[in-house]
């Protein structure tokens, strides 16, 4: 977090509960793109695929 680092947010801050987004994003509640994209069905499943792809190697390289 490069603003922590700077100085710019205190180092102990957290976002609020309240405030944070991943719980209503995981439940489907928000659209992965809200203001519409130009990929059709086929280029977003892509998409997802690379991003799973992407969290796995991310888990196994630790």
């Known amino acids: 977090m490069p603003n922590k680092v700077n100085g710019k947010i205190d180092k102990d801050y957290q976002i ?14 928000l659209p992965d793109f809200p203001f519409g994209t130009d990929l059709d069905e086929t280029e977003l499943a892509i998409a997802k695929g690379l991003m799973k792809l ?3 190697q991310k888990s196994h390289s630790r």
């Open 16 to 29: 609020p509960a309240s405030q944070r987004l991943a719980e209503f994003r995981a439940k489907g509640a």
């Open 54 to 56: 992407k969290a796995q």
